[in-house]
């Protein structure tokens, strides 16, 4: 929701930049607090690099194209979406490169991802279907569906190569790495006017999007990973897709958005699919 807030006042990537940078300060503040630098010394090569790798393909690239969606869809559909096509890229890269198991209830679940996504993705009014319109549903799509892969992808390298490592440990690698890839971005884009420079951003978007940071790149990526640790890649992401039930209300409220009966059906038939996917 606090992304969500700013996502027409901040372009993406200068978001994804604050973000990343609040969470780095919070994880290194625990990293030290904890003690938990002995076990960096320890790991291997292939560990540091995986983990600083998956956490540029998950929070710098998968979020960037997030937000960029945000911007196109709004919550109401852009978090069904992602939150739907993401477990469910999730598990089937766990069958092929981490062979979990397949239940009999994938071909089943997958069917109603995919038609509650259609649902999400189609519902407007007929008075909108104007070109430009079209044209912004398509690219919120796409940024949707891309970000869902990005977290994949990072979510199975995760639980592929984490080795020894705890999950603080773990972000405090992921986390100072997408930060590092986002800023070096800003950073050569500014130069040839592509992105607005840093100093535009306003104390008050500052505070909001920092506190995004802290919340969910911070503290939700130490719990996530503590969740990919006990449960799986392919569990953890299922779970994560309860979500929904409390970003839908909120946009809602909060962002004055539009809650239509067709969304709400495509969200219910997503989270049916999921949970059939799951069992």
Avoid: C, H
């Avoid at 292939?46 to 979020?63: E, N, R, W």
């Avoid at 044209?135 to 891309?146: D, K």
């Avoid at 709400?264 to 699919?273: N, P, Y």
């Amino acid at each position: 929701m606090l992304l969500a807030s700013q996502s027409t006042r901040l372009r993406p990537l200068v978001m994804s930049a604050v973000r990343s940078l609040t969470a780095t300060m919070i994880l290194f503040g625990l990293l030290i607090a904890t003690n938990g630098a002995v076990q960096l010394k320890e790991m291997t090569v292939l560990t540091g690099v995986s983990m600083a790798g998956s956490g540029i393909i998950g929070q710098a690239v998968g979020d960037t194209l997030y937000i960029n969606a945000l911007g196109f869809l709004g919550v109401s559909r852009t978090f069904p979406i992602t939150n739907s096509a993401y477990p469910f890229l999730t598990f089937l890269l766990a069958v092929l490169l981490l062979g979990e198991a397949v239940s009999w209830t994938l071909p089943i679940g997958g069917a109603l991802i995919v038609g509650g996504i259609s649902w999400i993705v189609l519902e407007q009014r007929r008075a909108d279907a104007d070109a430009s319109v079209s044209i912004e549903l398509v690219r919120g799509l796409l940024f949707a569906l891309a970000a869902a892969l990005a977290w994949a992808a990072a979510t199975i390298w995760l639980r592929g190569q984490q080795g020894d490592l705890n999950a603080l440990g773990a972000a405090s690698l992921r986390i100072p790495a997408a930060s590092a890839a986002v800023w070096l971005t800003i950073a050569m884009t500014a130069r040839v006017g592509r992105e607005q420079p840093v100093r535009q951003v306003t104390v008050r978007s500052l505070l909001v999007v920092a506190a995004a940071g802290v919340l969910g790149t911070g503290l939700g990526s130490i719990l996530f990973i503590y969740a990919v640790d006990d449960l799986g890649a392919a569990k953890t992401a299922f779970l994560t897709t309860s979500a929904p039930v409390f970003a839908l209300p909120m946009g809602v409220l909060l962002l004055g958005e539009r809650l239509t009966p067709r969304v709400l059906l495509g969200t219910l038939l997503t989270i049916a699919g999921i949970w059939l996917v799951l069992l």
